[in-house]
């Protein structure tokens, strides 16, 4: 299946720059809201591979226009979805070895976010505050945030220099910050830590795949999209009205999990290319 | 002069930093997980040459700088000013203050062709070729037939240089050099 590329609501996700086609609509930052509009109406496991659009990412990691590789699993839990990830990197592997590329490995760690923190830095990310957390790296990590600055973004910037640079097997990190949740539900676990329901792949240090147990909840959602303007008006950026097609539909997303890919990341780590320009 | 917001910095853009202009070596777009994204440049202040590192906000921007290299030949000094005059037809002449040629000023001989770095058409910084020519002003007496151990000894060139020379270099003689390591390539049949 497709999903078309221009769609006329944008992401309200904080630090992801939406691409507008002038007044007829946004490029998609990935192609989540049509497909979950999609499932809702017609709950059957999905995929697609499509381009999505980020304003302003330039880097070695980073392209403005990459492709992405998204489904979903009617029915999955997040475990079930990791399997499934598991046997598609299999599949993937076997298929590059008869070009003598070198494949992923197995997915050999899953660690909770929690673990790794306190493996790395000693403390629990789910009850730190932005105080210790800013002490636990140097200063120029945090020197890009200022007053408007969340927990999250403190989080995302001692993960990113402390613990993804060790992240060099496949690794699964899941358990992520309940600040963090984006899409994803929620949930309690019995040692009372809120957490989101989301994992992430990480390959070489770099992430390459984001999954999430998908919330179908559109009260919640409407929440999530006003806390995001909200962040967007204080950093000074543009504020993104609801996507009302979603919004009309989203109580009716059947249970499922849902998996987004970057396709050139993957092949930076499989072929272990510094820059992804160069794939 | 137009500015530069982070997603148009690549190495070779020149901009105003702190008052300096600078050179943008290396231009790293991060973004941790969904957090904020920063960019990490690497920037190379053209008045002084030292290299610095600096984070910025996505989105920020930075002014352009006016510079431009030119191709000129090196004139005279007379004793404040260095004089060099451009080589694309124009004849045109400027004068280069001290900081200005500082470091190059080992390799500076009249009649040469350098790179003059030109902010806002003022001289702040010359680059000489990579490869120069030069007479030897003064070294210990050569010793012939010692070629084979390849050892060297230090040799003082007319613009007061000093490199590692073979043995057999004398006095007088015109050796070539390359100046970004001070080396010693050849000897030069004059």
Redesign the interface.
């Known amino acids: 299946m497709t999903t078309a590329t221009l769609r006329s609501a944008g992401s309200s996700e904080v630090h992801l720059e939406n691409i507008q086609v002038g007044r007829q609509g946004y490029l998609q930052t990935s192609p989540e809201y049509a497909m979950k509009c999609l499932l809702a109406k017609h709950p059957l496991s999905i995929f697609q591979i499509c381009p999505a659009y980020r304003g302003g990412e330039i880097g070695r990691r980073h392209q403005m226009e990459f492709q992405m590789l998204e489904w979903y699993r009617c029915g999955y839990s997040l475990a079930e979805l990791m399997s499934d990830l598991q046997a598609m990197l299999k599949h993937v592997s076997a298929q590059m070895a008869e070009y003598n590329i070198q494949p992923i490995i197995r997915i050999n760690e899953r660690y909770s976010y929690r673990e790794l923190f306190e493996k790395h830095l000693k403390v629990n990310p789910h009850s730190v505050d932005v105080t210790v957390l800013a002490g636990l790296v140097s200063p120029e990590i945090t020197a890009h945030l200022d007053e408007h600055a969340t927990l999250g973004d403190y989080l995302d910037a001692v993960f990113s220099d402390a613990i993804e640079p060790r992240l060099l097997a496949p690794t699964i990190v899941y358990d992520f910050p309940a600040c963090q949740a984006a899409l994803a539900e929620t949930k309690q676990l019995k040692n009372g830590d809120l957490v989101s329901d989301r994992f992430e792949l990480y390959v070489g240090g770099i992430e390459i795949a984001n999954a999430y147990q998908e919330l179908g909840d559109g009260q919640e959602l409407i929440r999530r999209f006003a806390s995001n303007n909200r962040q967007r008006q204080l950093s000074g950026k543009p504020i993104i009205e609801d996507d009302m097609e979603l919004l009309a539909v989203i109580d009716d997303l059947p249970k499922c999990a849902g998996i987004a890919l970057g396709i050139d990341r993957l092949t930076m780590a499989l072929r272990g290319l510094e820059d992804i320009a160069a794939v | 002069m137009a500015s530069y917001s982070?997603?148009e910095f690549k190495s070779g853009l020149k901009v105003m930093l702190e008052g300096d202009p600078c050179n943008i070596v290396e231009?790293?777009?991060?973004?941790?997980?969904?957090?904020?994204?920063?960019n990490r440049v690497r920037l190379k202040n053209l008045k002084t040459g030292r290299v610095w590192e600096r984070?910025?906000?996505?989105?920020e921007s930075l002014e352009g700088a006016d510079v431009m290299e030119a191709d000129m030949e090196y004139l005279y000094a007379d004793g404040e000013y260095w004089h060099f005059m451009k080589t694309d037809g124009s004849y045109e002449q400027l004068a280069a203050d001290k900081a200005a040629v500082e470091d190059s000023l080992p390799w500076l001989k009249e009649t040469d062709k350098v790179t003059v770095t030109l902010w806002d058409e003022v001289p702040i910084a010359v680059a000489p070729a990579n490869f120069v020519e030069l007479e030897v002003a003064d070294t210990d007496p050569g010793l012939k037939g010692d070629t084979a151990q390849g050892g060297t000894k230090p040799a003082t060139l007319s613009t007061g240089a000093v490199v590692k020379v073979p043995l057999f270099i004398n006095i007088g003689e015109v050796i070539r050099v390359d100046t970004r390591t001070a080396e010693y390539q050849n000897r030069v049949k004059q």
């Open positions: 982070t997603n231009n790293e777009f991060v973004k941790p997980g969904k957090g904020q994204a920063f984070t910025f906000k996505s989105g």
